[in-house]
């Protein structure tokens, strides 16, 4: 659980994998334009929670799958976990109870060099992706190890997705030419992919 001074600050993300392929999530993908070269950009991420005060991480990631993509989530302990923070991947040593996380995302706020935001990220089970519905009008987004580190480079269209054996479930169509992007905590996940 968290204290008063570290609540706003610490997040917890879920690293779903089936097989070769990983689970992000597409909030609200009505709302994004197409930029000033007329792209489509889409920014997906790891299903992602702020955790309040008085509640452990765990649960704060269980609720969180349960509202984004409607089912249940088991938490799996990581061998070893991660520090990341400035592009640069770190071994450390977590004295946790229970789960250790895969990694540890460290952002330092722009405005403010002193502010910092922490998004610990466990490895989830979710069962089969073939299940999974999106709820609340979002998009889950299903790609390999490959295919995440083309977005990493911003070389990853939705039309090269699908070639690719990557998916998309949505009610949403995209047109193949959008772009998709990892968000910050997904970066973090391609920068430690050789650790799983």
Do not use: Q
Request: glycine share 8%; with cysteine.
């Amino acid at each position: 659980m968290i204290d008063k001074e570290d609540e706003g600050g610490l997040f917890v993300s879920g690293i779903a994998k089936n097989k070769e392929n990983y689970l992000f999530l597409l909030k609200n993908p009505e709302v994004w334009k197409p930029d000033e070269s007329g792209r489509l950009k889409l920014p997906f991420g790891i299903i992602e929670r702020r955790v309040r005060r008085g509640e452990t991480a765990e649960n704060a990631l269980m609720r969180e799958f349960r509202k984004e993509i409607g089912t249940e989530i088991k938490i799996l302990n990581s061998e070893t976990s991660h520090f990341i923070y400035n592009g640069h991947v770190d071994e450390m040593t977590m004295k946790a109870k229970s789960n250790k996380p895969l990694f540890v995302y460290k952002e330092e706020k722009t405005e403010d060099r002193r502010c910092f935001k922490y998004i610990y990220s466990f490895m989830t089970d979710v069962g089969k992706f073939d299940d999974i519905r999106p709820l609340n009008r979002n998009a889950v987004v299903l790609m390999n190890r490959d295919l995440l580190k083309k977005s990493a480079r911003g070389k990853l269209s939705v039309g090269e997705l699908k070639l690719h054996g990557g998916r998309i479930i949505s009610e949403t169509e995209f047109p193949d030419e959008a772009l998709l992007y990892p968000t910050p905590a997904s970066k973090g996940l391609y920068l430690c992919g050789r650790c799983h």
